[in-house]
Each structure stands twice: as structure tokens, then as C-alpha cells.
Nanobody
Framework: QVQLQESGPGLVKPSQTLSLTCTVS??????????WSWIRQPPGKGLEWMGA???????YYSPSLKSRTSISRYTSKNQFTLQLSSVTPEDTAVYYC?????????????WGQGTQVTVSS
């Protein structure tokens, strides 16, 4: 059973960088052919895909967030991370990490429970 757990600060000040970590257990982030995504949901809005890191280590991002987003991984810890720079109150959301499978593009079979991040001074 694969499990994902998000961790990081719940409160970030405007203009700072939001940093989150997703710790994966029950499966390796290097296993073919999965990709590991960050997805967020602002209050009262739908899910927004932010970006992902492939099992190979390559990354790809939402065009609307690409300039502010960086995803990396620590294979020794079986973790992948999200950094979102220059945050504003509009970045307030519940942030999720999830596993995607290339055999079913756009579908996610495992999710973290989500972590609330509030951007406020």
C-alpha cells in the first residue's frame, strides 16, 4: 500500500517561498512508470495541477505557475518537494501530493491527506 504524506509550514508570509515535502512509503519514487505531482485546491475553487516529477527525475510544470515553481526529489529519503516562490494570498490553498500512472494519464491512484497553507502577513 503506497502512502503519501505532505509536510511543511502552514503559514507563509507574502513574497516568501512556500516549501513542502511529500514523503512516500510503500513504494519507490523511482519505480517506472509513475509520476509524482503537486496539486492544490484554493478555498471555494477546484483542483489545480501545479507540476510533477517523473520516475526518471525529469520535471514538468503548469504553464501558469512555471516561473515560480520548482519540484525536486531526494531519492535516498523517498521524498519529493515543492517550492513556490513569491507567494501571495491567492496561493492560499490545501496542497496535495499524488501519484500518477502513465498507463492512465491524468488519473491519480494515491493521494496525501493534504496540508493547508495560508499566505498572510
Amino acid at each position: 500500500q503506497v502512502q503519501l504524506q505532505e509536510s511543511g509550514p502552514g503559514l507563509v508570509k507574502p513574497s516568501q517561498t512556500l516549501s513542502l515535502t511529500c514523503t512516500v512509503s510503500g513504494g519507490s519514487i523511482r519505480t517506472s512508470y509513475y509520476y509524482w505531482s503537486w496539486i492544490r485546491q484554493p478555498p471555494g475553487k477546484g483542483l489545480e495541477w501545479m507540476g510533477a516529477i517523473r520516475y526518471s527525475g525529469s520535471t514538468y510544470y503548469s504553464p501558469s505557475l512555471k516561473s515560480r515553481t520548482s519540484i525536486s526529489r531526494y531519492t535516498s529519503k523517498n521524498q519529493f518537494t515543492l517550492q513556490l516562490s513569491s507567494v501571495t494570498p491567492e496561493d492560499t490553498a490545501v496542497y496535495y501530493c499524488a501519484r500518477g500512472d502513465y498507463s492512465a494519464p491524468g488519473m491519480y491512484d494515491y493521494w496525501g491527506q493534504g496540508t493547508q497553507v495560508t499566505v498572510s502577513s
